[in-house]
T-cell receptor, first 115, second 109 residues
Framework: KAGVTQTPRYLIKTRGQQVTLSCSPI?????VSWYQQTPGQGLQFLFE???????NKGNFPGRFSGRQFSNSRSEMNVSTLELGDSALYLC??????????????FGQGTRLTVV | GIQVEQSPPDLILQEGANSTLRCNFS?????LQWFHQNPWGQLINLFY???GTKQNGRLSATTVATERYSLLYISSSQTTDSGVYFC???????????FGAGTTVTVRA
């Protein structure tokens, strides 16, 4: 079974640009969540989607947005990039049909550098 | 929100030593996982352990949900065990993993 796939693996963008990151979950998994990891702030939750519906959103500005498609693949978008958006972005998938917590699996991450 | 505290923040071990990492959490959870972050940044699943005890080779974990803590044991450590270990929990109806700050383990040959 293929794991969680994130693309691209690395990105370099200029301040003010926008970027789209993609995440394909494990086959059969319907929940996809996104996390930002920086040295100063650790691992912070961005948002979670299940069956194309956002169920939870972290404390990030509106420049950060996401969506999920009918095949469970998810994208996140960051507009008007700032230097502080440089981070490792991690995507996780799980088979969560109810509130019961299920094991989450992570992709390899996308390392974004804003210059 | 829930507070997740990991201790110690840093751990330096001699190869072959045993160690215990701790994760305390401030509220009831329905999921607890331990991860090891590899040098390339990927989070590798070690244990899915909302309660009870599990073992996988030289690693084992115990979660006492009623007392809100979990322990990760590393026995006969190897240099490949080096890295950052994270504990993460899910609060009911929260639909997200809340992470601790991690324990950085360095195993010296």
């Amino acid at each position: 079974k293929a794991g969680v796939t994130q693309t691209p693996r690395y990105l370099i963008k200029t301040r003010g640009q926008q970027v789209t990151l993609s995440c394909s979950p494990i086959s059969g998994h319907r929940s996809v969540s996104w996390y930002q990891q920086t040295p100063g702030q650790g691992l912070q939750f961005l948002f979670e989607y299940f069956s194309e519906t956002q169920r939870n959103k972290g404390n990030f500005p509106g420049r950060f947005s996401g969506r999920q498609f009918s095949n469970s693949r998810s994208e996140m978008n960051v507009s008007t990039l700032e230097l502080g958006d440089s981070a490792l972005y991690l995507c996780a998938s799980s088979y969560t049909g109810t509130d019961l917590g299920k094991e989450a699996f992570f992709g390899q991450g996308t390392r974004l550098t804003v210059v | 929100g829930i507070q997740v505290e990991q201790s110690p923040p840093d751990l330096i071990l001699q190869e072959g030593a045993n160690s215990t990492l701790r994760c305390n959490f401030s509220d009831s959870v329905n999921n607890l996982q331990w991860f090891h972050q590899n040098p390339w940044g990927q989070l590798i699943n070690l244990f899915y352990i909302p309660s009870g005890t599990k073992q996988n080779g030289r690693l084992s974990a115990t979660t006492v949900a009623t007392e809100r803590y979990s322990l990760l044991y590393i026995s006969s450590s190897q240099t490949t065990d080096s890295g950052v270990y994270f504990c993460a929990v899910v609060v009911p109806y929260d639909y997200k993993l809340s992470f601790g700050a991690g324990t950085t383990v360095t195993v010296r040959a």
